[in-house]
C-alpha cells in the first residue's frame, strides 16, 4: 500500500524555449527545475483560485 504523502512521477514534455525559461528561473532561485515546476503550478493554481473568487 502506498503512504498519502508519496509523490508520483510524472513525465512532462514541453517545448525546449519553456523548458530553458524554467530552467533560468530554477537557477536565479536556487531551486531544481521539478521544484521550480511545482512552484509554477502552484502559484498558476493559487492565481485561479483568486480569480474564481472574484467573480463569484
Known amino acids: 500500500m502506498e503512504a498519502k ?3 508520483m512521477a510524472y513525465p512532462l514534455r514541453m ?4 523548458r530553458s525559461d524554467v530552467q533560468k528561473l ?3 532561485n536556487d531551486r ?3 521544484s521550480q515546476l511545482v512552484q509554477l ?3 498558476g ?8 473568487n472574484a467573480a463569484q
Open 45 to 52: 493554481l493559487k492565481a485561479m483560485e483568486v480569480k474564481q
Open 41 to 43: 503550478v502552484r502559484l
Open 5 to 7: 504523502n508519496q509523490q
Open 15 to 18: 517545448p525546449p524555449e519553456i
Open 32 to 34: 531544481s527545475l521539478n
Open 26 to 28: 530554477a537557477r536565479e
